[in-house]
């Protein structure tokens, strides 16, 4: 039993750990990079030129796959073991943070989905029907933009995307709470609730980021057009 307890430990350590040093990093940067498309004069060509910079890393694909697929098959696989042995008390204790935890795993189970369609769509272009069959933006970085606003115009994309951003975002602001709780990081009642009210602000403005760059592949500058500009 010793050992089993253990050996479960190790590995929900782990899964956390995942979700918030290469994933979190890799969310952080993947916003950072979409948001080169919300100038409205040089948005097309800031965005094909980060596209260009990123696959012009050495070894690229030994990098996705060491730092980011590896890590997020593990992530995702232990996060659906985590949900079948879950036994939601919502009904009987509703309190918040129950709540809390089960939308975090309703977001978990969609985030599986979500980011298979996204890699298998954006990375590999391997989904017939769509803008980018055969057409990877990772392997036409000159025609990024172009490629990625032919796919969120598309109503139905551009709702799925939408949910993923929305689901991807409450998963990783809640996710740090429960890694900063769990690893003894925040301590007391007090601190736990303020570091929830940080993770919650830094959720909304991430959300609002992840919009908005999502909206500028359709209309110039986004939802709020060269205001920053």
Same mark, same amino acid.
């Not at 899964?15 to 948001?35: D, R, W």
């Not at 060509?45 to 596209?51: I, M």
């Not at 409450?170 to 303020?194: C, E, S």
């Given at each position: /039993?010793?050992? *089993? &307890?253990?050996?479960?430990?190790?590995?929900?350590?782990?899964?956390?750990?995942?979700?918030?040093?290469?994933?979190?990093?890799?969310?952080?940067?993947?916003?950072?990079?979409?948001?080169? !498309?919300?100038?409205?004069?040089?948005?097309?060509?800031?965005?094909?030129? $980060?596209?260009?910079?990123?696959?012009?890393?050495?070894?690229?694909?030994?990098?996705?796959?060491?730092?980011?697929?590896?890590?997020?098959?593990?992530?995702?696989?232990?996060?659906?073991?985590?949900?079948?042995? $879950?036994?939601?008390?919502?009904?009987?204790?509703?309190?918040?943070?129950?709540?809390?935890?089960?939308?975090?795993?309703?977001?978990? /189970?969609?985030?599986?989905?979500?980011? !298979?369609?996204?890699? &298998?769509? /954006?990375?590999?272009?391997?989904?017939?029907?769509?803008?980018?069959?055969?057409? $990877?933006? !990772?392997?036409?970085?000159?025609?990024?933009?172009?490629?990625?606003?032919?796919?969120?115009?598309?109503?139905?994309?551009?709702?799925?995307?939408?949910?993923?951003? %929305?689901?991807?975002?409450?998963?990783?602001?809640?996710?740090?709470?429960?890694?900063? %709780?769990?690893?003894?990081?925040?301590?007391?009642?007090?601190?736990? *609730? &303020?570091?929830?009210?940080?993770?919650?602000?830094?959720? %909304?403005?991430?959300?609002?980021?992840?919009?908005?760059?999502? $909206?500028?592949?359709?209309?110039?500058?986004?939802?709020?057009?060269?205001?920053?500009?």
């Amino acid at each position: /039993m010793a050992i *089993r &307890l253990s050996r479960t430990f190790i590995l929900r350590k782990l899964h956390q750990l995942s979700g918030i040093v290469p994933l979190g990093a890799f969310l952080l940067e993947h916003f950072y990079t979409n948001s080169k !498309a919300v100038n409205p004069t040089t948005g097309v060509r800031d965005f094909n030129e $980060a596209v260009a910079t990123l696959q012009g890393i050495p070894y690229i694909l030994l990098v996705e796959i060491t730092f980011i697929f590896i890590p997020l098959l593990y992530h995702a696989i232990y996060g659906l073991v985590i949900t079948w042995e $879950a036994r939601p008390n919502n009904l009987a204790y509703p309190y918040p943070r129950n709540w809390f935890y089960t939308i975090q795993r309703i977001t978990g /189970m969609i985030l599986f989905f979500f980011i !298979a369609f996204h890699v &298998l769509n /954006m990375r590999f272009g391997v989904i017939p029907g769509l803008e980018t069959y055969g057409r $990877a933006v !990772a392997h036409h970085p000159d025609e990024a933009f172009a490629i990625v606003s032919g796919e969120f115009n598309k109503t139905w994309i551009f709702i799925v995307y939408l949910i993923g951003i %929305v689901s991807t975002v409450w998963h990783f602001a809640n996710g740090i709470w429960l890694f900063l %709780v769990d690893w003894g990081i925040t301590i007391g009642a007090r601190a736990q *609730r &303020l570091t929830g009210y940080a993770c919650i602000a830094f959720g %909304v403005a991430l959300l609002a980021v992840g919009i908005n760059a999502l $909206a500028a592949f359709i209309k110039p500058g986004g939802i709020w057009g060269g205001l920053f500009y």
